[in-house]
Nanobody, 126 residues
């Protein structure tokens, strides 16, 4: 059973920062690509950021570029999403997603991921 556990959500004022963490099963972590998605009330789930198994390749949704940074620490089996300059429109439940990957690339579609965390709420007040 692959476990994916997010943490770090919360309430922050506009312009503030939060860091989300996502831990996954040790056996898979070194060969996994990982991604962050979010879903706001009444909206579909959308891609936020992705990182390849080595960490050398990253990709971002246009609205978060220059504000969010995805990174990973393979020694700790953890991926992070540093979110700066937060805006009210960033309010959503954020989900971490994991998949094994034979190649060092990123994935942006939710259907490409096999395992998901339970989600963590991020609320940005104006």
């Amino acid at each position: 059973q692959v476990q994916v556990v997010e943490s770090g959500g919360g309430l922050v004022q506009a312009g503030g920062s939060l860091r989300l963490s996502c831990a996954s099963s040790k056996l898979l972590f070194a060969i996994t690509a990982m991604g962050w998605f979010r879903q706001a009330p009444g909206k579909e789930r959308e891609f936020v950021a992705g990182i390849s198994r080595s960490g050398r390749s990253t990709r971002y949704e246009d609205s978060v570029k220059e504000r969010f940074t995805i990174s990973r620490d393979n020694a700790k089996n953890t991926v992070y999403l540093q979110m700066n300059s937060l805006k009210p429109e960033d309010t959503a439940v954020y989900y971490c997603a994991v998949r094994s990957s034979d190649i060092d690339t990123t994935y942006v579609r939710d259907m490409e991921y096999a395992y998901w965390g339970q989600g963590t709420q991020v609320t940005v007040s104006s």
